[in-house]
């Protein structure tokens, strides 16, 4: 009996305590249009359920390609790799275990892959989702790739398809670096050839939460950029190096802005408003939530006569604990939050 053709892609799933996102993260993989796929997903010592949620995911879809990996906790970058190292696909997608991926995400990327065999890389627009289900996504564009803007910002987010052979070329994600991994692993790419191209569509959902390793990498950004010019020297100047360098052995006052160099310092910024940004979406989604909690719970403790007479309106509590305001308002106002868009990337 021959063995089983190898799958075009393989999802590659880290999960450490998210046994509550992992159901949604791995429905958006089931709902693939494209089908060649397997997903393996690699439990990175979780205390909570995870282990058990992706075992009753296997049990439900025996007919899918789905393992799942056991292994110490040893951070992102280790799961990634031994998931990879552990994949049958020539194409790898790695996927966070609370994020999720659009139906077409594989189709669209794979197709470019087999079309192109010069790209190496395809990545994508982003749709940034938060749990308030009030709260719509907010769409991130990213620029064309392009190798020297790679080297000042981050301008393909880790959702990205690649050739296996850019992960065995550069010895796949640096397991010493705790966030920032992805960035450092698409310059390593990039410094070896492989070429990256971008789709303009939002094909990846991040998921926005109060914690997580985005959040971290954007409060410690100078410190990432210092361990990501250390790792590679020759893409960046002496005096970048030279700044790297003293950072990283906590020289404090290399933190301040007259001595950081004028390209990491305008990065810098730039991350400082996208951590802005973030922040503002995490308040705007809770302050739109508690509101219409109190408002329903409100509605629900109060049993108000209703108005009688020609165009007479039925009504209902005001947030202020009065009455007499048309039930319509609170209903225009459900409508104007779902529609709401906190801002414009």
Not at 76 to 94: E, H, T
Request: aromatic share 8%; proline share 7%; net charge negative.
């Amino acid at each position: 009996m021959s063995a089983p053709r190898p799958p075009a892609v393989s999802v590659v799933i880290p999960c450490y305590n998210y046994g509550r996102y992992l159901p949604r993260t791995l429905d958006s993989v089931v709902r693939q249009t494209f089908a060649d796929w397997e997903i393996v997903i690699v439990d990175d010592g979780s205390t909570d359920d995870s282990p058990a949620v992706a075992q009753a995911f296997i049990d439900r879809h025996p007919d899918r390609r789905v393992r799942l990996l056991h292994q110490a906790n040893a951070g992102v970058s280790a799961a990634r790799n031994a998931g990879i190292a552990a994949a049958a696909g020539r194409y790898i997608l790695p996927l966070d275990a609370d994020d999720v991926i659009d139906p077409t995400m594989l189709e669209k990327t794979a197709a470019l892959l087999d079309a192109e065999p010069d790209i190496a890389i395809v990545s994508t627009d982003l749709f940034v989702f938060t749990d308030a289900e009030d709260v719509p996504p907010q769409v991130l564009s990213l620029p064309p790739y392009d190798r020297e803007l790679l080297l000042e910002r981050l301008i393909m987010f880790y959702c990205s398809l690649y050739r296996r052979e850019a992960w065995e070329v550069v010895g796949g994600y640096n397991e010493r670096m705790r966030v920032g991994e992805d960035w450092d692993f698409w310059i390593g790419c990039a410094e070896r050839g492989f070429v990256a191209h971008h789709l303009s569509e939002p094909l990846f959902g991040a998921r926005n939460k109060d914690t997580g390793l985005h959040v971290e990498a954007a409060e410690n950004d100078l410190t990432v950029r210092a361990r990501i010019v250390a790792n590679h020297p020759t893409s960046f100047k002496p005096l970048t190096r030279a700044w790297a360098q003293a950072l990283l052995e906590q020289e404090d006052s290399y933190r301040s802005d007259a001595r950081v160099p004028d390209d990491i310092l305008s990065r810098a910024g730039e991350m400082d408003q996208f951590l802005r940004v973030v922040m503002d979406l995490q308040r705007i989604a809770r302050t739109q939530r508690y509101r219409i909690q109190y408002l329903e719970q409100a509605l629900a403790e109060r049993n108000l006569p209703s108005q009688t007479g020609p165009g007479a309106q039925p009504t209902a509590v005001s947030d202020r604990g009065g009455q007499g305001e048309p039930a319509g308002i609170y209903t225009d106002m459900q409508e104007s939050l779902a529609q709401a868009s906190p801002f414009t990337w």
